[in-house]
């Protein structure tokens, strides 16, 4: 039995999020099948997140078991002529046995995309957040600094109730900015559920004067979400990296 490790890209516009489910089609559903026709034999992909509906992925990683002894560059070939548009196989390599894209992750980078414009791109609708005010970026990164580190992270979570350990390491939060696109890089050990979207929708707010900094430490105290910023739209936001060397994470 081999144990391959993939690399897919994929545009969450019409998905109801990776993960297989009853009330909608996802990625894993398609994936699933796609492979399944061309390694001849039904498989179940285990991905390394649960991204939401609408959210998109420049690097996912998921393995797969398969008794089948096609080449690896047959597989992404194979797999990419079955699959849609919207997804696409970029790497594909045999791993060890006990790898495993959850378990063996070390930690995540997230995007979330920025169009800061008073008029909207059609070219970018379902691929990045429209945002019709000045963003302040000094502002803004010094905000995001406060997410930096090992916090509890309760307050910006929105099913904390079901979580009984909040805590995660944020290493980096950095924002970008270049014409009229603006992206917020964040690195940690792994994240809550909206958490990164939540955390970004605070850095909004504050920078629309609706919450200041100096809030930010007492929010992250309290652990309640009510008093943290909105929740970003999520088609704003991109699984970007997945680490599995610890170095490289840090």
């Known amino acids: 039995m081999r144990n391959l490790k993939v690399t897919m890209a994929y545009r969450g516009t019409k998905y109801h999020g990776y993960q297989r489910q009853n009330n909608g089609i996802t990625i894993q559903e398609v994936v699933e099948r796609c492979a399944g026709k061309i390694l001849n034999e039904p498989v179940t992909i285990h991905g390394c997140s649960r991204t939401d509906a609408g959210v998109h992925a420049n690097c996912f990683v998921f393995n797969v078991a ?17 699959l849609p548009d919207d997804i696409s196989i970029l790497t594909c390599e045999d791993a060890d046995p006990d790898f495993h894209a959850r378990f063996s992750c070390k930690g995540k980078e997230y995007c979330y995309l920025l169009h800061v414009s008073e008029s909207k791109n059609p070219f970018m609708t379902d691929l ?11 502002l803004v990164q010094e905000a995001a600094q406060h997410f930096v580190g090992t916090h509890d992270f309760r307050a910006f979570c929105s099913n904390s109730a079901e979580i009984a350990n909040t805590v995660r390491t944020v290493y980096g939060f950095n924002i970008e900015i270049a014409g009229d696109r603006a992206q917020m890089l964040v690195k940690g050990d792994g994240f809550l559920y909206n958490m990164v979207r939540i955390m970004v929708g605070t850095l909004l707010d504050i920078n629309e004067g609706k919450l200041r900094i100096d809030q930010l430490d007492a929010i992250m105290a309290g652990k309640k ?16 990296r997945v680490f599995y060397d610890e170095a490289e994470l840090r």
């Open 66 to 82: 398969t008794n089948s002894t096609i080449r690896t560059q047959g597989f992404i070939r194979g797999v990419n002529g079955e």
């Open 128 to 138: 990045a957040c429209h945002y019709r005010r000045k963003l302040n970026r000094d």
């Open 225 to 240: 979400r009510v008093a943290a910023g909105r929740t970003a739209p999520a088609h704003g936001l991109y699984l970007n």
